[in-house]
Every structure is written in structure tokens, then in C-alpha cells.
């Protein structure tokens, strides 16, 4: 009898020392064109989690994305959301989505290359793979995704406020576009 208490108590002890289970949501990329194809090899599955509990106040939660190949090759991002530069980044007609070719309400988002994840045989932007990666999520059901070689700069006009920094299409070493299932 004590023996199926302690079970029950360790179980019990490792219900509430676990945590709740990550936010995690599975998607299928198709390449859209021939050259998206080309690109990746074919599909990639994209994985995007976040933890299950609400972050504090005026905090954005983790994010962490994940691109594999068909192959088993893979690249991991986190969410650029909480850096100020990388937050003007990613606004509606912001830099990313200039560089991305979208010019209206959208905004899309930046992922931060997770180069601790990234060791390995990257499949975008040659051996190094990319430093930032911006998504868009059309409403058709599609998904654009730019790889960049470098963040966004900003600098200080002469009133205080930040502007960006003209991108040159240099650091953009990958374009792609897919079907999302």
C-alpha cells in the first residue's frame, strides 16, 4: 500500500513540476513555382511553438520556428518581437515588407536565425545559412518567405525618430513562395 501511495505521489509531483505542454502548431509548405522548388528540394514542414502560458505583462511570448527539408535538414528561428528595431522592421509597409513586395496593410513576420540550432548543412543562402527570414501569410492561403543575410539598420534623424536604412537586394539570398497545408 505505501508503495502505490509513493507512485502516486511521485506521479502526482511530476504532473505539477512538468508545466503546461508548448503551443505548437504543424504546417506543410508546397513550393509554389519551379524555382521555390529548386530552392528547397521540394516540401518543407514549418513548426512553430510558443509556451502554453500567457507571458507576464508587456511581455511577447517566445516564439520558435522551425523549416525542415523532406530530407531531414533543418533550420530553426525565433521570432524577432522584442527588440525595438525589429519590431519597426516588421510593420505595415515597413522595410520587410517593402523587401518583401508588399506595399499595402500587410505585415509580416521577421524570425531570427537561431545559429546555436543551425550547425550543419543549412538548405538556404549557402553555407551560413540565412540571418533573419521574413514570413507573410496571405489570406489565400498562401505563404511568401524572403531569406536575409542581415538585419534591418535604422538611424536617428535630425528630429529623433528612427528611419530605416536604405536594404540593398544583396542581402536578400533567397525568395520564395508556397501552398499552405
Known amino acids: 500500500m505505501r508503495f502505490r501511495s509513493l507512485l502516486a505521489a511521485l506521479a502526482l509531483a511530476g504532473c505539477v513540476t512538468a508545466g503546461p505542454a508548448p503551443n505548437v502548431q504543424r504546417a506543410t509548405l508546397t513550393p509554389a513555382d519551379a524555382a521555390t522548388g529548386l530552392m528547397t528540394g521540394g516540401a518543407l514542414a514549418m513548426t512553430l511553438s510558443s509556451p502554453a502560458a500567457a507571458p507576464s505583462a508587456g511581455q511577447d511570448g517566445l516564439v520558435q520556428m522551425r523549416l525542415t527539408t523532406t530530407d531531414g535538414r533543418a533550420l530553426a528561428f525565433t521570432e524577432a518581437n522584442h527588440a525595438p528595431f525589429?519590431?519597426?522592421?516588421?510593420?505595415?509597409?515597413?522595410?520587410?515588407a517593402q523587401v518583401m513586395g508588399l506595399f499595402g496593410e500587410e505585415a509580416p513576420k521577421l524570425y531570427a536565425a537561431d545559429a546555436a540550432n543551425n550547425a550543419g548543412a543549412p538548405f538556404l543562402c549557402g553555407p551560413q545559412g540565412p540571418a533573419y527570414v521574413g514570413i507573410y501569410d496571405a489570406p489565400d492561403g498562401t505563404a511568401q518567405i524572403v531569406a536575409l543575410r542581415s538585419g534591418f539598420e535604422f538611424e536617428a534623424d535630425a528630429n529623433g525618430a528612427y528611419t530605416p536604412v536604405p536594404?540593398?537586394?544583396d542581402h536578400v539570398c533567397a525568395r520564395m513562395r508556397f501552398r499552405k497545408g
Open 86 to 96: 525589429d519590431v519597426m522592421a516588421q510593420a505595415q509597409g515597413g522595410p520587410l
Open 167 to 169: 536594404f540593398s537586394p
